[in-house]
């Protein structure tokens, strides 16, 4: 069946989800029925402060056919996250009780319920609403009014539904699992027609439930034993790991001072220019410099050195944002052996020559040499045939 919804109806479900998250801002999300994980995809790009992502099916078959597309990026090393990210994916199903999936801020089940039996959705409340308990559960479903306006549609949705609900059916639901759970409810959706055709309703009914009191968790529960399967996990890089912090600070100065060297090497190049100014004065003293400023001065060479001051680093926008001071930023500096500094910390030391640039001079030298070495070598090959020559008749 093709979808006569632009942007398709899927698509406008997960962004209903995302916009959820980018207002509520949930720490830890479980999505059921994830299938494919294309809405946990879309979460890890639009994560909003999103630290654990958690994806259940009960089809292991259909989780692993696509589970890589959610490992990191050459991007999310070479840019961390401030925030950490855990992303798992389990089999499993939605009626089993499961410890690890207890105290989320926020459970999604889009396009799940209608393919339970009517007996297991009892126990999808009961385990979801009762058990798991989080801070706020979406549910999506088709709306059965809307079924007649959909084109070629005989029967239900997809053959896999074990029902589909008009919006009376689906909001007495969701008021039981109120009552018995302590939730409050808001009724809503995605895909809507057009004209008078409007009061059939959303074409995907969508509840949002919100917990109305507070949840608290005995160690107890959280030791009971696992009963889902574990099928992935990745811990994404984050600057909240001390040791990628460092690495992306070291990485930022280093890459900021090697543009400084070499735009002042550039400089003397061509204008024998004594002093780059690498940002202006007035730049470096409005951003201000917290934990010390200090003293501003050019870039400048000493013998094989460039030396670059850490104000002239400090003016970049990058390394403020991820040091805060520039106390911190000596601190941090002093501590990574990839860095040479003066030996009062206000001074990045780097080498005047290239090492690359270095090491070609290197080949082209030994090239030159071997050459050299060949050309002798083909005048004593001349000489002996000479010699041969001279030879031959004997
Ligand atoms: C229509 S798909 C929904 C896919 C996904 N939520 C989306 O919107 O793209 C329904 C998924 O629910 C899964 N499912 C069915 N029963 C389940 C259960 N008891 N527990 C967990 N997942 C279940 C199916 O395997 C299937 O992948």
């Known amino acids: 069946m093709t979808t006569p919804f632009s942007p398709p109806l899927y698509m406008q479900r997960?962004?209903?989800?995302i916009d959820y998250v980018k207002?509520?801002?949930?720490?830890?999300?479980?999505?059921?029925?994830?299938?494919?994980?294309?809405?946990?995809?879309?979460?890890?790009?639009?994560r909003n402060g999103i630290q654990l992502l958690v994806g259940v099916d009960i089809n292991s078959v259909v989780l692993l056919k696509r589970m890589h597309t959610l490992a990191p990026l050459i991007s999310d090393y070479l840019q961390p996250s401030d925030g950490p990210l855990t992303i798992e994916l389990y089999q499993g199903s939605v009626t089993e009780r499961e410890p690890c999936t207890r105290g989320f801020d926020l459970v999604t089940c889009?396009?799940?319920?209608?393919?339970?039996?009517?007996?297991?959705?009892?126990?999808?409340?009961?385990?979801?609403?009762?058990?798991?308990?989080?801070?706020?559960?979406?549910?999506?479903t088709p709306n059965a009014e809307f079924n007649p306006l959909l084109p070629g549609l005989r029967g239900f949705r997809n053959y896999d539904h074990k029902f589909e609900w008009t919006r009376a059916e689906f909001e007495s639901w969701a008021h039981k699992v109120c009552r018995d759970y302590g939730y409050s409810v808001h009724?809503?959706?995605?895909?809507?027609?057009?004209?008078?055709?409007?009061?059939?309703?959303?074409?995907?009914?969508?509840?949002?439930?919100?917990?109305?009191f507070h949840?608290?968790?005995?160690?107890?529960?959280?030791?009971e034993p696992s009963v889902y399967r574990l099928m992935y996990k990745v811990v994404y890089p984050s600057l909240s790991d001390n040791n990628i912090y460092q690495r992306t600070l070291v990485n930022e100065v280093l890459y900021e001072a090697q543009h400084l060297r070499q735009?002042?090497?550039?400089?003397?190049?061509?204008?024998?220019n004594a002093h780059f100014c690498a940002p202006p004065l007035m730049h470096l003293f409005q951003h201000g410099a917290e934990g010390g400023t200090p003293d501003w001065q050019p870039v400048y060479q000493q013998g094989g050195t460039i030396c670059v001051p850490l104000a002239c680093v400090w003016s970049s926008p990058r390394v403020r944002v991820l040091c805060g001071s520039v106390q911190r930023l000596r601190e941090e500096l002093l501590e990574d052996e990839r860095v040479r500094m003066s030996a009062d910390?206000?001074?990045?030391?780097?080498?005047?020559?290239?090492?690359?640039?270095?090491?070609?001079?290197?080949?082209?030298?030994?090239?030159?040499?071997v050459k050299a070495v060949s050309v002798v070598a083909n005048s004593v090959e001349e000489d002996w045939d000479r010699e041969l020559g001279c030879y031959g008749n004997i």
């Not at 735009?263 to 024998?272: A, C, I, Q, T």
């Open 345 to 369: 910390g206000t001074v990045l030391n780097l080498p005047a020559a290239d090492a690359e640039e270095a090491e070609e001079k290197e080949e082209v030298e030994e090239e030159e040499d």
């Open 187 to 212: 009724f809503t959706g995605v895909g809507e027609a057009v004209g008078h055709w409007r009061e059939v309703g959303f074409c995907t009914q969508i509840a949002v439930f919100q917990r109305n």
């Open 110 to 140: 889009v396009e799940l319920i209608e393919h339970l039996e009517l007996v297991e959705v009892a126990s999808f409340s009961e385990v979801v609403f009762g058990y798991m308990s989080p801070g706020a559960v979406i549910v999506s």
């Open 263 to 272: 735009e002042w090497l550039s400089r003397m190049d061509s204008s024998n």
């Open 23 to 46: 207002t509520y801002r949930p720490k830890k999300v479980i999505d059921f029925g994830c299938a494919e994980c294309c809405l946990l995809k879309k979460l890890k790009f639009h």
């Open 215 to 223: 949840d608290s968790m005995s160690n107890a529960e959280r030791l």
């Open 14 to 17: 997960y962004q209903f989800v």
